[in-house]
T-cell receptor
Framework: QKEVEQDPGPLSVPEGAIVSLNCTYS??????FMWYRQYSRKGPELLMY????GNKEDGRFTAQVDKSSKYISLFIRDSQPSDSATYLC???????????FGTGTRLQVFP | DSGVTQTPKHLITATGQRVTLRCSPR?????VYWYQQSLDQGLQFLIQ???????AKGNILERFSAQQFPDLHSELNLSSLELGDSALYFC???????????????FGPGTRLTVL
């Protein structure tokens, strides 16, 4: 079993929809949670960073962490065709800096 | 633009050869990380350097080595290349959790390695 599980998709939604992306994890020591966006053949771009549990909002993006369920989510409101990309969750423990990534969910937003 | 630079963008070489990938971290970041992204394995952590010293190692092959120089740039050396080493190699940089309070890592554009 992988430490971090993520549905690979693809997830196809119409423009303007609310998108929900999720990851589950098995290591209860994870404290730092991140979401990255990766366009084809480009470097991952940091979207959201959350420490421990709770919600964080930044523009159209909201990140949620539920440590009791070992579940994290990224919500995208008013999705745009430019949001079409692969979204990667990543996490790390307090003791190490290395990131453990999910496999990524491919999102397609059609006009 | 994340502020992390990587060269070259593309590298095509033959099996058995050796290549060097270069990374310059964001200004002020002391930590450099190397990750490998392949279709079947996703993004995998290889190795971390902090201020010139090795800090953590992941599933890095013995044929691979890295170093971080006094000016904080880093190089990843891949030798005795095999077909399976074809992948995207990313460098990331950050300030360590214990000094910055966060583990936000910023990725470079990557080097695409093709081994023929």
């Amino acid at each position: 079993q992988k430490e971090v599980e993520q549905d690979p998709g693809p997830l196809s939604v119409p423009e303007g929809a609310i998108v929900s992306l999720n990851c589950t994890y098995s290591n209860s020591a994870f404290q730092y949670f991140m979401w990255y966006r990766q366009y084809s053949r480009k470097g991952p771009e940091l979207l959201m960073y959350t420490y421990s549990s709770g919600n964080k909002e930044d523009g159209r993006f909201t990140a949620q962490v539920d440590k009791s369920s070992k579940y994290i989510s990224l919500f995208i409101r008013d999705s745009q065709p430019s949001d079409s990309a692969t979204y990667l969750c990543a996490m790390s423990t307090y003791n190490t800096d290395k990131l453990i990534f999910g496999t990524g969910t491919r999102l397609q937003v059609f006009p | 633009d994340s502020g992390v630079t990587q060269t070259p963008k593309h590298l095509i070489t033959a099996t058995g050869q050796r290549v060097t990938l270069r990374c310059s971290p964001r200004s002020g970041d002391l930590s450099v990380y190397w990750y490998q992204q392949s279709l079947d394995q996703g993004l995998q952590f290889l190795i971390q350097y902090y201020n010139g010293e090795e800090r953590a190692k992941g599933n890095i092959l013995e044929r691979f080595s890295a170093q971080q120089f006094p000016d904080l740039h880093s190089e990843l050396n891949l030798s005795s290349l095999e077909l399976g080493d074809s992948a995207l190699y990313f460098c990331a940089s950050s300030a360590p959790i214990r000094t910055s309070g966060s583990n936000e890592q910023f990725f470079g554009p990557g080097t695409r390695l093709t081994v023929l």
